[in-house]
Nanobody
Framework: QEQFVESGGGLVQPGGSLRLSCTSPTTIFSITAMAWYRQAPGKQREMVAENDGGTYENYAESVQGRFTISRDDARNVIYLQMNRLKPEDTAVYYC??????????WGQGAQVTVSS
C-alpha cells in the first residue's frame, strides 16, 4: 500500500505564504507523475497542481499564478509553494499520484487555514 506523508501546514493570514512538503517510503517520485490535492469542509477533494516529473505542469484555475509544485528527486520530496493565500484556500492538502494514475491510498494530509 502506498504511503504519503504531508507536512508544513498551519495558520496563515490572508496574503501570506506556506510551503508544503510530501515524502513517501513507498513511491519514487522521480518516476511518478505526482499531484497535490485539497479538500475543504463540505466539499469534494480537488486537484490543485500536478507535475509529471518533466516539464509538464497543470494547475487548478483557482491557484494559477499563486501556487507552484516542485520536486527534489534526490531527497524524494514534493513541494507545494503557496503564495498570496486566500481564505478560500483553507483545506486539508494531500499529495498523491497524478489523477491519471488513479490514486487510491491517501495520507493524513496537512491542514492549511487562512484567516485573520
Amino acid at each position: 500500500q502506498e504511503q504519503f506523508v504531508e507536512s508544513g501546514g498551519g495558520l496563515v493570514q490572508p496574503g501570506g505564504s506556506l510551503r508544503l512538503s510530501c515524502t513517501s517510503p513507498t513511491t519514487i517520485f522521480s518516476i511518478t507523475a505526482m499531484a497535490w490535492y485539497r479538500q475543504a469542509p463540505g466539499k469534494q477533494r480537488e486537484m490543485v497542481a500536478e507535475n509529471d516529473g518533466g516539464t509538464y505542469e497543470n494547475y487548478a484555475e483557482s491557484v494559477q499564478g499563486r501556487f507552484t509544485i516542485s520536486r527534489d528527486d534526490a531527497r524524494n520530496v514534493i513541494y507545494l509553494q503557496m503564495n498570496r493565500l486566500k481564505p478560500e484556500d483553507t483545506a486539508v492538502y494531500y499529495c498523491n499520484k497524478a489523477p491519471a494514475l488513479a490514486p487510491v491510498s491517501w495520507g493524513q494530509g496537512a491542514q492549511v487555514t487562512v484567516s485573520s
